[in-house]
C-alpha cells in the first residue's frame, strides 16, 4: 500500500511548469520510477523468504556478456535455490528456464557492458498456501545495459513470481520462478 501511494504521489507531481510554449525541462527525462525510489531503501533480508527471492533473482538477471555465457547468471546464484532448481541446473540434459537475452547479449559483450539488475518485493502478498514451508512472492525486476562509457539503457521491466521453500538447515531456497 505504501508502494502504491508513493507511486500515486510520484505520478501526480509534475514539473510546474504552465507556460505554453518553450522547453519543458522534463520532456527529455523519464520520470523517475517508484522502484528507483525503493533503491534507497535498505538490502532485502536474505534470511527471510522474501529476502532469499529477491537476492537470487537480483543475481539471476545481472548479467556480464563480455565474461560469462548466458545461464552463468543461475550458476552464480547457486546458494540462494533450493532442489528443484539446483536439480535442473546440474543436469546437464535438462534446460533451467532462464531470461533470455539472446538478441542482444553478443551486442552488449562487444561493448564490454553488463546488464545490472534491481529486485524487490511486491507489497501483494500471495494467497497463503497449505504448506508453511513453500512461500511464494512477486518480485518485480528492473535492468539497466551499464555500457563502459556510462551510458545507461534501461531495459523494460519484468515481474516474476517466486516459490521459495524453507531447505533443510532451515533457511529459505528459491526453488522455482516463472
Known amino acids: 500500500m505504501v508502494v502504491l501511494s508513493v507511486a500515486m504521489l510520484a505520478t501526480g507531481c509534475g514539473s510546474g511548469s504552465t507556460s ?9 527525462q523519464p520520470p523517475t520510477s517508484t522502484t528507483r525510489l525503493l533503491e534507497q531503501a535498505p538490502a532485502p533480508d536474505p534470511t527471510t523468504p522474501d529476502g532469499v527471492a529477491v537476492t537470487a533473482l537480483q543475481q539471476i538477471y545481472t548479467w556480464y556478456p563480455a565474461t560469462e555465457s548466458e545461464g552463468d547468471a543461475l550458476k552464480r546464484a547457486r546458494k540462494w535455490l533450493g532442489p528443484s532448481l539446483i536439480r535442473s541446473l546440474d543436469t546437464t540434459s535438462a534446460s533451467v528456464e532462464t531470461p533470455r537475452p539472446t538478441l542482444r547479449w553478443t551486442e552488449w559483450a562487444k561493448a564490454g557492458a553488463r546488464v545490472e539488475a534491481f529486485a524487490f518485493a511486491s507489497g501483494e502478498k500471495a494467497p497463503a498456501g497449505t504448506d508453511p514451508n513453500r512461500q511464494q512472492y512477486k518480485i518485480g525486476i528492473e535492468q539497466t545495459v551499464v555500457y563502459p562509457d556510462g551510458k545507461r539503457e534501461a531495459l523494460p521491466p519484468a515481474t516474476v513470481v517466486a516459490t521459495v521453500v524453507r531447505g533443510t538447515a532451515g533457511g529459505w531456497l528459491l526453488d522455482e520462478f516463472r
Not at 20 to 28: D, L, M, Q, R
Open 20 to 28: 505554453g510554449g518553450g522547453s519543458n525541462k522534463t520532456a527529455a
